[in-house]
């Protein structure tokens, strides 16, 4: 990426004591960009969003935001507004004095202050309820409080650590869609924290898989899902199948006995590799008219609401079984059935191959 | 451009050193000041009491010369005093040790004939440092000659030199009068702990686990305690058990000067501690333990011994070490009630006081100090597991109707009100009683504090205004310390250091630390000097006595808030100052207003270490109950004792309703 991107996270590495939390991670986020850390619990997404923050910084590297190097500046001096997974919300200020907080010592007259206050408050949808203390609100209403005082000041930069993970599914649902409204009607950059990768394809115009305090991958949703870096990706977002494997040459691997075509020059020798296609990547439709198509037994069929997961397998395969998504329709037509036989393909361009471990 | 790459990476190698925010210059400065507060009123005059337990003194009388000058103007050979002393067969060392401020004066060493016809002497000092004669108060010089005229003789006084070493322990060990005193202490201390944990576990067991009557009634008598000096209870055993008793009888010719005097006002004035302890502890257990025990068909008596006294073994632990450490350290019941029955801290008090003995007396105070520290120990490492109970999700204990076990709790508890309460009420009416025990009719003619000796009704306005002073700058200090502590960013060192001698005050005990400051604050050298005898001091004093509660009271109120308090304010570019005034402050306002009530009641009621450091501007009204008991006005000192009690029982009353309905207006918040 460009050098002169809104913000430059460069080799950055974060130790508690023995322990390293971030090692050598670089990464550029663009003006006006979503982008969302994911990744596992204790991957140490939390960690790079306080060292982007200054709130924890880093042991060694360097961070640039807007062409100045903010490293080893206080969270003070640094341009950013910030929202918690738990809020922070001031408990005896009222939900205006909150939104207000930042404000103070601005220089602006109180008339001013809360004109802004009752401007931010409608723009994330409480008009009303400035004069209500934080616990007189809902949990969505607190979470879009906070988010009004974290944009007071105008931040050039918004960082959220999971603000949405304390809600229940559909105020999460009807919130994440708010945020993503607001962010880009402001044009804000913006990185969330997420363990929830559904949040994460949603809302990010790019995602940060990180694992074990390294990136895995950075790449748009659809890079992320459809070309996962490595098998750490391909497992952590959505479903995939991981089926032993031989490598024959750059353009062939086998499972079993059957011989698939997939690219594979990106692994040296010849040895085991890990082939991995999605279960809704594997093709039933027209099967025989597509590359890398063979016949497997039907061995198990699980309904899953608005399609059917089948787990198929052959004895020419080895002794390996993967799974299939089917949509109802496809079902009814083929007349699959537990014990049948079928016909399926793997198209190459779905099929991916990783080195074994 | 490779090379490029490769520059690029080692500055990206190099630590980070992260640069301080402006307001954090001053959060630091802060820290710096409350540690230096700390430090001078603390740790130097502590470090001070180790020092001068060190400290021997000793006369050399060989480093000095005397030459007789003859009317005739001629000098006789000089003589050393070690000669002069040999001649009469004294010794400048005898028996008597010689302390800081033992002196000798010439003119008893050389016999009144043998100096009959001298005009004038000629003194010398041979010594390497000087410094071992004082003539008329000057120190003299190494090597120098004095010559001094015969009329002035008298000025002259030799002055013991300093040595360090083990010498006053090896005394203190050696005079069975002094140690015995150790062995006296553990065993009251013992029995007070006996008596006091079991009763105390007894009746917070009644009022937190049955349903018998008059809960309310019974916690409130049993904190009545705390709010007197533990002077008060020793005097209103003498007016139940003393020469002139009422109840005198009971003791069956056995007098209550004494052991028994000692250990029944020790319970007095350490029970509501361990009350307060028990409840707590007796609090946290968990309903569900009590029905497994219950389906598993236990009896109530195995489930007793099985969940209630395990879970509330913690409880029993700290309540057993603070007690212990309470009649340790206490001085003023031995004092008042003890007769000639010997008590550590009592010691301290006679060394210093009574003997001049400064030496002795911080020995004491180092003795004093291990078993304070170790239960001190104990009772953090206890009350951090309790913490982890206590945080356990568990179902609040209901208590069942049981008669037979309400009904004997309610006697329990009944037997230990009636003996707080008539303690205080027998002080009461001592105090109100003309003339014990010949004219009972009440007057006010003992509140008349201007025929006693004791500071009289000054003393009590004194102890109101040290009250008040200690209580709103110690509950800001100790708030402000401890919201550092917790909040502050980066500067661990400092932060460390401040929760380290934060923690120190709870160990060291009152007398001790009142020792401390007569050797760190009394010395002309000090530049601090100039409080000596001043408000200041005692509330400087009072204030870091009470310090360690204080501090984790509001440690655990700051503990309780958001951590990212600080974080949102820092990235709201808000300085520290703001958070603290309108949001830390506001939100911990019940824990300040708990600590705030915390130091008025101690400073109303505290004697131990600011009996060394009142002067006669600022005498208070728990010395002068001391002190006129010692001088035998004991009505007075019940009258006073009760005055303390009042105030402090108004303050209690006030906060109560302050905290009732003023808080529940101003903390609107807390309500849904
Ligand atoms: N102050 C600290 N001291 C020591 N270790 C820490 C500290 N903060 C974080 N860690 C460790 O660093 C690692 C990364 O923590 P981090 O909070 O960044 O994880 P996370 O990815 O945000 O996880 P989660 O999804 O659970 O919030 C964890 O193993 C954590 O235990
Ligand atoms: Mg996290």
């Keep these: 990426?460009?050098?002169?991107?809104?913000?430059?996270?460069?080799?950055?590495?974060?130790?508690?004591?023995?322990?390293?939390?971030?090692?050598?991670?670089?990464?550029?986020?663009?003006?006006?960009?979503?982008?969302?850390?994911?990744?596992?619990?204790?991957?140490?997404?939390?960690?790079?969003?306080?060292?982007?923050?200054?709130?924890?910084?880093?042991?060694?590297?360097?961070?640039?935001?807007?062409?100045?190097?903010?490293?080893?500046?206080?969270?003070?001096?640094?341009?950013?507004?910030?929202?918690?997974?738990?809020?922070?919300?001031?408990?005896?200020?009222?939900?205006?004095?909150?939104?207000?907080?930042?404000?103070?010592?601005?220089?602006?007259?109180?008339?001013?202050?809360?004109?802004?206050?009752?401007?931010?408050?409608?723009?994330?949808?409480?008009?009303?309820?400035?004069?209500?203390?934080?616990?007189?609100?809902?949990?969505?209403?607190?979470?879009?409080?906070?988010?009004?005082?974290?944009?007071?000041?105008?931040?050039?930069?918004?960082?959220?650590?999971?603000?949405?993970?304390a809600l229940d599914a559909k105020v999460r649902v009807h919130l994440r869609g708010q945020l993503k409204e607001l962010q880009r009607s402001l044009g804000l950059t913006t990185i969330m924290v997420t363990h929830d990768q559904e949040e994460a394809l949603n809302l990010a115009d790019r995602i940060v898989v990180l694992s074990q305090g390294r990136i895995e991958q950075v790449g748009t949703p659809i890079e992320i899902y459809a070309q996962p870096a490595n098998a750490f990706v391909a497992d952590f977002v959505g479903e995939m199948n991981f089926i032993d494997a031989r490598k024959i040459d750059n353009g062939h691997i086998s499972i079993g006995e059957i011989r698939l075509a997939a690219e594979a020059a990106h692994l040296n020798g010849s040895d085991r590799v890990i082939a991995a296609i999605r279960p809704e990547d594997v093709q039933v439709q027209s099967a025989e008219a597509t590359p890398n198509n063979f016949d497997v037994d039907v061995r198990h069929i699980e309904f899953c609401g608005a399609y059917l997961r089948a787990t198929l397998g052959d004895r020419r395969l080895g002794d390996v079984s993967f799974r299939a998504d089917l949509s109802m329709n496809l079902v009814r037509r083929l007349q699959v059935h537990q014990g049948g036989r079928l016909t399926i393909a793997m198209p190459p361009e779905r099929l991916r191959v990783y080195p074994a471990n | 451009m490779a090379v490029l790459a490769q520059h690029d990476l080692q500055i990206t190698r190099r630590r980070v050193q992260p640069k301080p925010a402006r307001d954090e210059v001053w959060q630091r400065g802060l820290i710096v000041v409350i540690i230096a507060y700390l430090f001078f009123g603390l740790v130097m005059p502590l470090a001070m009491v180790f020092t001068k337990s060190l400290q021997t003194y000793a006369f050399y009388p060989e480093q000095v010369t005397i030459a007789f000058q003859m009317p005739d103007g001629s000098h006789a050979e000089p003589r050393s005093l070690q000669d002069w002393l040999d001649d009469s067969g004294a010794e400048a060392n005898d028996g008597l040790r010689a302390s800081e401020r033992t002196r000798i004066q010439i003119v008893r060493i050389i016999p009144k004939n043998a100096r009959a016809d001298v005009e004038s002497f000629r003194v010398t000092d041979l010594s390497a440092d000087g410094g071992q004669l004082l003539i008329d108060g000057v120190p003299s010089e190494a090597g120098q000659s004095y010559d001094v005229p015969r009329a002035q003789l008298g000025k002259v006084q030799v002055r013991p030199q300093v040595s360090y070493g083990l010498g006053n322990y090896g005394y203190y060990f050696s005079q069975p009068s002094l140690f015995n005193s150790i062995l006296n202490s553990f065993i009251i201390?013992?029995?007070?702990?006996?008596?006091?944990?079991?009763?105390?576990?007894?009746?917070?067991?009644g009022i937190m686990r049955t349903r018998m009557r008059g809960k309310a009634f019974f916690r409130l008598a049993a904190t009545v305690p705390v709010l007197v000096p533990s002077l008060l209870p020793a005097i209103g055993l003498i007016y139940l058990f003393g020469n002139q008793g009422i109840l005198t009888p009971l003791l069956m010719g056995q007098s209550i000067y004494g052991p028994i005097g000692i250990v029944m006002?020790?319970?007095?004035?350490?029970?509501?501690?361990?009350?307060?302890?028990m409840i707590v502890a007796l609090s946290t257990s968990d309903q569900r333990l009590y029905e497994a025990s219950e389906v598993l068909g236990a009896s109530k008596w195995r489930t007793f011994w099985v969940v209630t006294i395990p879970g509330a073994r913690y409880g029993l632990i700290s309540a057993a070490f603070v007690v212990f450490t309470l009649v340790l350290t206490d001085f003023g019941v031995p004092k008042v009630v003890g007769g000639d029955f010997n008590m550590l801290a009592l010691d301290i008090y006679k060394q210093v006081i009574g003997q001049q003995n400064f030496q002795v007396g911080a020995v004491v105070s180092m003795v004093l100090l291990v078993p304070a520290v170790v239960a001190f120990a104990v009772d953090r490492i206890v009350s951090r597991r309790q913490v982890a109970i206590m945080s356990a999700k568990a179902v609040p204990f209901q208590p069942e109707h049981n008669p037979r076990l309400d009904s004997a709790m309610l006697i329990l508890c009944s037997v230990v009100a009636v003996f707080i309460l008539g303690i205080l009420a027998m002080c009461q009416f001592a105090a109100l009683a003309r003339f014990w025990p010949y004219n009972l009719t009440p007057g006010l003619s003992h509140y008349d504090f201007s025929k006693v000796d004791g500071g009289g009704w000054g003393a009590y306005f004194n102890s109101l205004k040290l009250a008040v002073l200690v209580s709103t700058i110690g509950a800001a200090i100790v708030f402000l310390g401890a919201n550092m502590v917790e909040k502050a960013r980066g500067f661990q060192i400092g932060r460390t250091i401040l929760q380290f001698l934060s923690m120190m005050p709870m160990a060291i005990p009152g007398m001790v630390l009142g020792l401390a400051y007569i050797f760190f604050f009394n010395d002309p050298a000090?530049?601090?000097?100039?409080?000596?005898?001043?408000?200041?001091?005692?509330?400087?004093?009072?204030?870091?006595?009470?310090?360690?509660?204080?501090?984790?009271?509001?440690?655990?109120?700051?503990?309780?808030?958001?951590?990212?308090?600080?974080?949102?304010?820092?990235?709201?570019?808000?300085?520290?100052?703001?958070?603290?005034?309108?949001?830390?402050?506001?939100?911990?306002?019940?824990?300040?207003?708990?600590?705030?009530?915390?130091?008025?009641?101690?400073?109303?009621?505290?004697?131990?270490?600011?009996?060394?450091?009142?002067?006669?501007?600022?005498?208070?009204?728990?010395?002068?109950?001391?002190?006129?008991?010692?001088?035998?006005?004991?009505?007075?000192?019940?009258?006073?004792?009760?005055?303390?009690?009042?105030?402090?029982?108004?303050?209690?009353?006030?906060?109560?309703?302050?905290?009732?309905?003023?808080?529940?207006?101003?903390?609107?918040?807390?309500?849904?």
């Excluded at chain 1, 001031?90 to 939900?95: A, G, K, Y």
């Excluded at chain 2, 008596?195 to 576990?201: K, M, Q, R, S, Y």
């Excluded at chain 2, 009641?601 to 006129?628: D, E, G």
Aim: with cysteine; net charge neutral; hydrophobic share 45%.
């Design chain 1, 1 to 165: 990426m460009s050098s002169d991107s809104y913000l430059q996270v460069k080799n950055v590495t974060k130790e508690f004591g023995d322990f390293t939390a971030l090692r050598d991670v670089s990464l550029d986020v663009e003006k006006g960009e979503f982008v969302c850390f994911l990744g596992p619990s204790g991957c140490g997404k939390t960690t790079l969003l306080r060292a982007i923050a200054g709130l924890d910084i880093q042991t060694m590297g360097t961070i640039i935001q807007d062409g100045r190097d903010i490293s080893d500046l206080p969270p003070s001096e640094r341009d950013f507004g910030i929202v918690f997974q738990s809020y922070a919300l001031f408990p005896n200020l009222t939900v205006a004095n909150n939104v207000g907080f930042g404000l103070i010592g601005s220089g602006k007259s109180r008339a001013q202050i809360n004109a802004q206050v009752q401007a931010l408050l409608k723009q994330v949808g409480l008009p009303e309820q400035g004069n209500k203390y934080p616990s007189q609100l809902s949990g969505g209403q607190q979470q879009r409080v906070a988010l009004a005082r974290a944009l007071a000041t105008e931040p050039n930069l918004l960082l959220l650590d999971e603000p949405l993970s």
């Design chain 2, 189 to 205: 201390a013992m029995i007070v702990v006996v008596i006091v944990v079991p009763l105390a576990f007894g009746y917070a067991y």
């Design chain 2, 265 to 277: 006002a020790s319970v007095f004035f350490t029970f509501p501690h361990a009350m307060i302890i």
């Design chain 2, 526 to 672: 000090n530049p601090l000097h100039f409080l000596y005898g001043t408000m200041a001091i005692l509330v400087i004093n009072t204030s870091i006595h009470l310090w360690t509660v204080s501090h984790l009271t509001a440690s655990t109120a700051l503990k309780q808030m958001d951590k990212e308090f600080e974080a949102v304010a820092m990235s709201l570019k808000q300085p520290f100052w703001r958070m603290l005034s309108r949001v830390s402050a506001p939100v911990c306002l019940p824990a300040i207003s708990e600590i705030w009530l915390y130091y008025f009641v101690n400073a109303m009621t505290t004697v131990s270490a600011v009996v060394f450091l009142y002067s006669p501007q600022t005498q208070l009204a728990s010395i002068a109950v001391l002190n006129m008991d010692d001088a035998g006005d004991i009505a007075p000192a019940a009258a006073m004792g009760m005055m303390i009690f009042y105030t402090n029982a108004l303050v209690r009353i006030l906060y109560s309703l302050a905290t009732g309905r003023l808080m529940g207006r101003l903390q609107a918040w807390r309500h849904r």
